[in-house]
């Protein structure tokens, strides 16, 4: 429930510009007011998402919002409606006195009642956590000096450079889209990303590499690097052949003149994982970035039925008693009361149902 001392109201089109110049007072004080994260995440700042901007105003003036940017997250076999959250900021002189709590309950509550399945949050703070998001899933996370490959034919790799990254969008969007664990992307929602995030952030040099083998565009990176660790290239996104990426990152590496690349592999990509093995290089599982929350319950299940049936030849028994669920799938139940130990049980092994999650540190998040 709401707080009712604290009136929590959603954006129209109009208030749009001055939740963007609020969220650069909070995380891009060095910069223009508008000119930080309404440029980074465009989507979630756009008049289109305006309603899903939820904010708390002083005198008519916006002092903390929540963003939310309606995603769709893809498993094989099925595709979940998720909120996605990001841009939680209170003004200094307001922090403090449960506002940030007050809109996300709110938020919380209209996405259950919007029958959301599921919520994705940037972080993974006391604030988060107190209302049930954990953090779930694993990734395998390696960092390391890439060497020329001796056992293949090299790969091209190319600099696409800023002006061509548009014309490009389209055909990397296919290589994307060919990707198992993922989040539903457009053509255009690519090119707006390619275009977004740190390739507009001060501090951060970000560039867009295609892999070509043959003639034939097999594969993308996205690296970048952080200006105050120059040693470091950070792969934020890949996609295509696993190979090709493979023996593409020496030459990414040099170009950004770094000792060491770092690169995210997903739990079931069992062909990249055994590429880097064989290079010699270590794994170590990671969570995946930030938390998450079941919303409303039933539309979850019912929204992966066809891939619990698949894996465990069976459909999701729900029951709900007051506050308390109980989930049954084959051999597989849960009983609680905490929405965030549910949602445990869904994403990770351990006994529970162990469904993977995708990345989300890349150019979805929001
Ligand atoms: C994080 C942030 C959004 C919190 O905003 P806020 O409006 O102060 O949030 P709340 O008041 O609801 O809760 C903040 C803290 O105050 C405490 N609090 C809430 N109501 C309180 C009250 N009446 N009296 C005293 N403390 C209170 C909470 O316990 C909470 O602490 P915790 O998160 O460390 O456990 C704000 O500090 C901020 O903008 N920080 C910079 C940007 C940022 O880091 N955003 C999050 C990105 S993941």
Request: with cysteine.
């Amino acid at each position: 429930m709401t707080s009712p001392n604290i009136p929590v109201h959603r954006a129209t089109p109009d208030r749009v510009a001055a939740l963007g110049e609020m969220a650069d007072a909070v995380f891009r004080p060095h910069q223009p007011p508008g000119q930080g994260m309404p440029r980074e995440f465009p989507h979630l700042f756009s008049a289109e998402n305006a309603t899903n901007l939820y904010y708390v105003e002083s005198a008519g003036t916006p002092v903390s919002m929540v963003g939310v940017l309606p995603q769709q997250m893809v498993l094989p076999g099925v595709t979940l409606d998720v909120a996605s959250i990001g841009s939680v900021a209170t003004l200094p002189a307001y922090e403090r006195r449960g506002i940030s709590s007050a809109i996300l309950q709110r938020v919380i509550s209209d996405a259950v009642a919007a029958g959301f399945p599921l919520l994705l949050v940037s972080g993974e703070r006391g604030l988060y956590r107190r209302l049930q998001c954990v953090a779930v899933g694993q990734m395998w996370e390696a960092e390391w000096t890439p060497f020329d490959a001796a056992d293949r034919v090299p790969i091209k790799v190319e600099e696409v450079p800023e002006d061509e990254r548009f014309a490009f969008a389209a055909r990397l969007a296919e290589l994307y889209r060919r990707e198992p664990y993922r989040f539903r992307r457009t053509d255009a929602e690519m090119a707006v990303r390619l275009n977004a995030l740190w390739t507009q952030r001060k501090g951060y040099d970000q560039r867009l590499f295609t892999c070509w083998e043959g003639g034939h565009l097999v594969g993308y990176v996205v690296a970048y690097r952080e200006n105050r660790m120059p040693e470091v290239v950070d792969v934020m996104e890949w996609a295509g052949s696993r190979l090709a990426v493979a023996d593409a990152l020496p030459n990414i590496q040099r170009a950004f003149g770094a000792a060491r690349v770092r690169l995210r592999v997903h739990r079931c990509d069992t062909t990249m994982q055994d590429r880097l093995r064989q290079l010699g290089v270590a794994l170590r599982s990671a969570h995946v970035q930030g938390t998450v929350r079941l919303l409303d319950v039933e539309a979850f299940f019912a929204q992966v039925q066809p891939l619990l049936e698949e894996r465990f030849g069976e459909r999701a028994a729900v029951a709900r008693h007051g506050d308390v669920w109980t989930v049954q799938v084959g051999d597989l139940r849960v009983t609680t009361e905490d929405v965030g130990e549910l949602t445990a049980w869904v994403f990770d092994a351990g006994g529970g149902l162990d469904l993977e999650f995708p990345h989300t540190d890349d150019l979805n998040y929001i």
